[in-house]
């Protein structure tokens, strides 16, 4: 259910285990809820729009701005299902250098699997 707070902030309610229904503000990049019946509290999860890494038709990784507003850390995040964490900026920013890394490798492979190839070093 989606409401309007008077400062015109959006709320929404959820439902839970151990607090019944809460209302909580609703980030402006907010468009999902990771939510299932017997949730708590804590459980709850602001989830943006997912950032899909796909390879040929099939999904890799997905990546979205994520914040538990009662959970341990309420900071938001970036949650990546790469690696099944959620990290701060600067941590996105490493993985995406390990990433680049990581292609300059698998290029270095596809030139000497191109070499191989046309050598017939098979």
């Given at each position: 259910m989606d409401h309007r707070m008077p400062s015109g902030l959006r709320?929404?309610?959820l439902p839970t285990s151990d607090h019944g229904?809460?209302?909580i503000p609703e980030p402006s990049w907010c468009v999902s809820h990771e939510?299932?019946?017997g949730d708590q509290r804590a459980d709850i999860v602001h989830l943006g729009p997912d950032t899909v890494l796909t390879f040929r038709g099939r999904e890799l990784s997905t990546a979205s701005l994520a914040q538990a507003p009662f959970g341990d850390d309420t900071t938001p995040g970036v949650s990546v299902s790469l690696i099944g964490?959620?990290?701060?900026?600067?941590a996105v920013y490493e993985l995406a250098a390990a990433l680049d890394t990581y292609a300059d490798r698998l290029r270095t492979l596809a030139d000497?699997?191109?070499?191989?190839?046309a050598e017939g070093d098979l």
């Open positions: 709320t929404i309610t229904d809460v209302t939510t299932l019946p964490r959620t990290l701060d900026a600067r000497q699997l191109l070499v191989i190839t």
